[in-house]
Each structure stands twice: as C-alpha cells, then as structure tokens.
C-alpha cells in the first residue's frame, strides 16, 4: 500500500477539505511531524498551548479528569482552543496506539488563519463543539 504524501493526508481532512492545491502546500509546509509511542502523552492538560496538533495516523484519546472523552484517529485535530485564546491545555491528550502527529506552532498556525482565513472559521465551529 503506497503512503499518502502529507499534502494528501491534509487535503483529505475535514479542516483543510476545499482548500487550493497552493493553500494546503502552505499548510504542509509549517507542519512538523513526530512519533509517539502508546501509553505516552501528546498534549497535558495545564500547560500552556503552543501548537495545534493534527493526527496522521494511530489513536490519541482526550482525557478530561481522568475520564476518555473522545478517540480520534486520522484527519482529525486537537488543541485548537489553547492555541486560539492563548490559554492552558484544557484536555490530556494520549496516544492509545503509536501516533504520528503533525504539530503547526501557534505563530506559523496564526499566519495560516491570516492567509486562509476559512481556516478561523472551521476551528472557531469546532472549539465551540467541544468546550
């Protein structure tokens, strides 16, 4: 099975779907991706938020006291509200299955919501789904 290139994996995500071609190579181009082993955490609620984190493939949980409130998988996000109003993690978020996670740090996610404005929209619809 041939990989998606990220630029694939990014158009093919509800939050980038519709963008141009040149729109989600900007988007490729400011995300860094890592790895993170099961049982480890991606995103500790408390801490301040510094990047939006995108899942490329395995499975993250959000935990909010203790309790899994959500499983996401590829194409989907997190940490959209700490990045957006410059507040602490309200969510752990844990790798359930080796992850690879794109991270875009807030200042190159800020450039992006200038640039691609339909970007604001979308997270603002998402962060008011799950506060």
Do not use: C, Y
């Not at 099961?38 to 499975?59: M, Q, R, T, Y």
Request: charged content about 25%.
């Amino acid at each position: 099975m041939d990989e998606m290139s990220l630029e694939d994996q990014l158009a093919a995500m509800p939050l980038f779907a519709g963008l141009t071609p040149d729109q989600v190579d900007e988007v490729a181009g400011t995300v860094l991706d890592r790895r993170v082993k099961a049982g480890k955490p991606v995103i500790k609620a408390g801490n301040w938020g510094h990047e939006l984190v995108l899942v490329l493939a395995g499975e993250v949980e959000v935990l909010r006291d203790g309790q899994v409130v959500a499983t996401l998988g590829p194409g989907d996000h997190v940490g959209e509200v700490a990045v957006l109003d410059d507040s602490r993690r309200n969510a752990t978020v844990v790798a359930k299955t080796s992850v690879v996670i794109g991270a875009i740090d807030t200042g190159m996610f800020r450039a992006l919501l200038r640039d691609i404005p339909v970007l604001a929209e979308r997270l603002a619809a998402t962060a008011a789904e799950r506060d």
